[in-house]
């Protein structure tokens, strides 16, 4: 069985079906890439996995259970984290406080202090700047904190909406380090990512969503070298 399963999902927005009956999976340990253009639906399909949208239609089962009617913090429980597009951390607290908050769903507090001992070595940075106000970081090192902040609820699988959007070609670099050095540790990612090309060179597998519906599936190598996708999404 997989770790996260999705079939027939359905999703409107108002009187527009965003997603038209899309099904996919993701096993345990795997990074899966969901690639396509700007409105193609790869954030409302990541909203309506974490529980954040509401699916009309289809079924999404999270180590075969039934999530389409849980709440998203019971679904944060359940240990999925979501890295929203655009950061979307705490401007106005701290570094610290923003990691603390991620463990919202948690009561074992050494568990806790440990893990924000992690997350201070995975991201130095972070440590660095743990009483600055988290508004006033560099992008990147708010894609770190929201990052580090989805972390601390101890996830067995996040889901990463453009981690690589707005950042310098070095810092973008950084982040998909990060992201394979996550996965290598044992957690499982599902990745949502503009840039082609880069998310395709960590993926296992992949799926190219287009309005709404996926029209290419396969092995993440292959589909970098599949003429249709070089032509479309990796400027070849």
């Not at 201070?120 to 508004?135: M, N, S």
């Amino acid at each position: 069985m997989a770790m996260l399963e999705v079939s027939n999902l359905k999703v409107n927005y108002g009187m527009i079906q965003a997603i038209k009956g899309i099904s996919f999976k993701v096993e345990e340990g795997e990074i899966i890439a969901l690639i396509g253009a700007n409105g193609a639906g790869k954030t409302t399909t990541l909203h309506t996995v974490s529980g954040l949208l509401k699916a009309r239609e289809g079924s999404i089962l999270f180590n075969g259970k039934e999530l389409t009617k849980t709440q998203p913090h019971k679904i944060v429980e359940m240990g999925m984290a979501h890295v929203p597009e655009g950061r979307r951390i705490f401007q106005q607290l701290t570094v610290y406080e923003n990691l603390i908050l991620g463990a919202y769903t948690r009561s074992d507090k050494k568990e806790i202090a440990e893990n924000l001992e992690m997350i201070y070595k995975r991201f130095p940075r972070l440590e660095e700047r743990k009483k600055q106000i988290a508004g006033t970081l560099s992008g990147g090192e708010q894609q770190m904190l929201a990052m580090g902040r989805a972390l601390m609820s101890n996830p067995k699988i996040v889901l990463m909406d453009e981690p690589s959007m707005g950042l310098s070609p070095l810092l973008v670099s950084e982040i998909f380090d990060i992201i394979q050095s996550i996965n290598k540790s044992g957690t499982t990612v599902l990745l949502v990512e503009q840039n082609a090309k880069k998310a395709l060179s960590i993926a296992n597998r992949a799926y190219v969503l287009e309005t709404g519906k996926i029209v290419l599936e396969g092995d993440a190598k292959e589909l970098m070298n599949n003429d249709q996708i070089k032509k479309a999404y990796l400027g070849e």
